[in-house]
Structure formats: structure tokens, C-alpha cells
């Protein structure tokens, strides 16, 4: 998956738009598929997809094609 983030991120149509490019892994979530056992909430488990949609719009390189996890 990283790799392919990564290489997603540099191809000319995402850099010709400007789009930013990541990969979000929430944890272990208490899900259908988590399980009773996961050690994380639905809203712990969304914090790092909600800190990516609130960073400001423009394509950061150091964060392009990266995985985020835990923010």
C-alpha cells in the first residue's frame, strides 16, 4: 500500500491538479470487522482521517504519498 500511495502521488495528472496524496491507517477500531476486543473508538479511530482533511490545501512534498498513522 505505501508503495503505491507513493507512486499514485507522482503521477503527472495528480501533480498537474495539485492534489494531495495519502494513505490513512485508523488502528485497531471497534468495528464489524475490529471486533468487540479493538482497542479503539469509531471517533478515536477517525482522528487522523479528520487531521488530514483539516490541513490547509496546498500539496505539502513532506507529507505527499505518505501513510499517516496516529497523526
Known amino acids: 500500500m505505501n508503495v ?3 507512486h499514485f502521488s507522482e503521477f503527472p495528472e495528480v501533480k498537474e491538479n495539485h ?3 495519502y494513505a490513512v ?3 485497531w477500531v471497534k468495528t ?3 471486533g468487540p476486543k479493538a482497542l479503539l473508538s469509531v471517533e478515536e479511530g477517525v482522528k487522523t482521517i479528520i487531521y488530514l482533511i483539516n490541513l490547509p490545501y496546498f500539496v505539502d512534498q513532506i507529507k ?3 501513510l499517516f498513522h496516529n497523526m
Open 32 to 34: 464489524d470487522m475490529g
Open 4 to 6: 503505491f500511495v507513493r
Open 25 to 27: 491507517c485508523p488502528g
Open 64 to 66: 505527499q504519498g505518505k
Open 19 to 21: 492534489l494531495q496524496i
